[in-house]
């Protein structure tokens, strides 16, 4: 083990080798930002500006709406949207108020978003107005006692300028300038966002820091269920100042803000990481690769966290002249290899190298990061700043050395206390090594001789599309529920623009030998997100099995990876 950082040969120099997290709370960055810079912008959504100070004023005045509606210290609140300012704004008054951030996937279907409120036990929950209707289905099935109290509902065009409505791009205005009603929320109320906004609520006393919890992610398992990652303002603090710091993030700092902020990289590195640094969010609600060229020529982007699959697209854009990317000084992320080709050209074209990094969930995103002036291609990175990495065999618990293979684990002040209320999957997801507790990442690699660590294969069964996790087990689960299947096991297909893709082996009833791939693919797009969807499912008569019975799905993902 590597125990100091320095000596290595790519350690960014000017940077040390760790750093203590702040005890100050989420809510205080923004606080301290908008005393250096209240007119300063923090938010860019299409043509409207939010400055540090109107942030902080509409953040406390939800923050007084949380309070009033019952939203205690500890509470869990639930945030259910696609990237807009409300979404910001929401997770800050929600620290605001004392309370703990879910925050969801915008693509879950009511089947799905019914787990996140009974685990997380939440009575309030704040979306926008195009997935209420979700929100309030998966409640309203919920016994007496177990659903929303409460939903704060918002549309796009409430963080829009009435005069900027003309600026919404044209592929966007239907989705984003649509007027829903307000769904029937069956033992809740529905409050409008604008009513929220209208109200000067008494605030809570500021009670909550360093050690107190602040996000709970879910993330899935080979179970198929997901967990709750309890992630203190400590833990999210190291990260959001780490990366800053990393970065080179300044008061100028412009980011592209397209990276989802429901995920972990993007909600810590992105969003947090700019708060803390006083930059500026230039929101971007989906991807489109025209409208990402536009804005970083239009608002001199600086620093785009990204994942590979965008830079793929926009470098395949006809217009790519066209747009301006002189800005670019970063250009990085990760959940998926960078193809090598793809950087290659982002290198010639631009004078930018793709940096990528790793993470998870549980570890508040980065912990393992590429040196920005010495990035290695399809490379985790280096240990990152206050990170002890290692290399362990799986088996015996001991530490390998350079070049040998084994599980990617991972200490530092990021790491999670646990799942929530899941003390055996906590216990099986944390080790303790000379003394200190690592994270098992599930992951296999190794580390080379200059430091930089690479991945090899995976202990757990996820697929990575795109960057969304697809965990098979949920898949399978699902399958089972449809009439025709008899037995399901999914797996993972190369796909040369998602890097891979959920296939599904299918053995199918007797009374539905008829039935179409396209059926049970149509089937699946009414029951989950989009990207767990199975892509391809193959009919077979029936799956291999071990002599206990058990479905035997890595001789089909052998033979998936052999045809590849």
């Not at 929401?90 to 620290?95: C, R, T």
């Amino acid at each position: 083990m590597r125990s100091d950082k320095r000596s290595l040969k790519t350690w960014p120099r000017r940077l040390p080798a760790s750093i203590e997290p702040p005890a100050t709370s989420l809510w205080d960055s923004l606080v301290v930002s908008e005393q250096r810079y209240p007119d300063r912008a923090a938010l860019i959504f299409l043509g409207t500006s939010t400055t540090y100070r109107q942030l902080r004023e509409a953040s406390e005045r939800l923050a007084g709406k949380l309070y009033a509606l019952g939203v205690k210290r500890g509470d869990r609140v639930l945030v259910v949207m696609q990237n807009c300012p409300q979404l910001v704004i929401a997770h800050l008054a929600v620290a605001r108020a004392n309370a703990v951030v879910v925050p969801v996937n915008p693509m879950n279907r009511a089947e799905e978003l019914r787990h996140y409120i009974t685990d997380a036990e939440a009575r309030v929950a704040i979306t926008t107005a195009d997935l209420a209707a979700e929100l309030a289905a998966a409640s309203n099935d919920l016994d007496e006692g177990n659903g929303l109290s409460h939903l704060i509902v918002s549309h796009f065009t409430d963080a829009i300028a009435a005069g900027d409505q003309f600026g919404v791009p044209e592929q966007w205005r239907d989705w984003m300038l649509a007027q829903h009603d307000l769904p029937k929320l069956g033992r809740g109320h529905v409050c409008h966002w604008r009513q929220a906004m209208k109200a000067h609520d008494p605030l809570p006393e500021l009670a909550v820091a360093r050690g107190d919890l602040a996000l709970l992610p879910y993330t899935s398992g080979t179970t198929g269920l997901p967990k709750g990652c309890m992630l203190t303002h400590g833990n999210i603090m190291h990260n959001a100042v780490g990366a800053s710091f990393w970065l080179d993030g300044t008061p100028e700092m412009v980011n592209l803000t397209v990276l989802p902020l429901f995920h972990i990289t993007g909600l810590v590195c992105v969003m947090h990481a700019s708060i803390y640094s006083s930059g500026t969010m230039v929101i971007m609600p989906r991807w489109d690769r025209e409208i990402a060229g536009q804005l970083i020529t239009q608002r001199r982007v600086s620093h785009w966290t990204s994942i590979p699959t965008m830079i793929i697209d926009l470098l395949a854009s006809p217009n790519l002249g066209a747009h301006d990317l002189s800005s670019l000084v970063y250009v990085g992320g990760g959940g998926a290899a960078m193809p090598q080709a793809v950087a290659e050209t982002l290198l010639d074209k631009f004078g930018l190298k793709f940096v990528e990094g790793y993470g998870m969930t549980e570890s508040a995103a980065v912990t393992l990061f590429n040196p920005c002036d010495d990035p290695k291609l399809q490379c985790l990175g280096i240990p990152f700043l206050s990170v002890d990495a290692r290399i362990m065999d799986f088996e015996s618990g001991a530490e390998l050395s350079d070049g040998e293979q084994g599980e990617i684990v991972v200490h530092g002040p990021q790491v999670f206390s646990g799942y929530w209320k899941q003390a055996d999957a906590s216990k099986d997801a944390l080790i303790t090594i000379d003394g200190k507790t690592f994270l098992r990442t599930g992951d296999l690699g190794y580390r080379d001789p200059d430091g930089y660590f690479f991945i090899t294969d995976r202990l757990k069964r996820m697929i990575n599309a795109s960057g969304y996790k697809v965990w098979p087990a949920e898949v399978e689960t699902l399958l089972f529920r449809h009439p025709a299947v008899q037995e399901a096991c999914v797996i993972s297909s190369k796909d040369s623009y998602r890097g891979e893709t959920v296939k599904a082996v299918v053995v199918v009833k007797p009374a539905h030998l008829g039935v179409k791939e396209e059926e049970i693919i149509d089937w699946c797009r009414t029951q989950v997100s989009s990207y767990k969807v199975p892509r391809i499912v193959k009919f077979v008569d029936a799956l291999p099995k071990s002599a206990s019975g058990k479905v035997m799905w890595r001789v089909l993902q052998e033979s998936e990876s052999r045809k590849a």
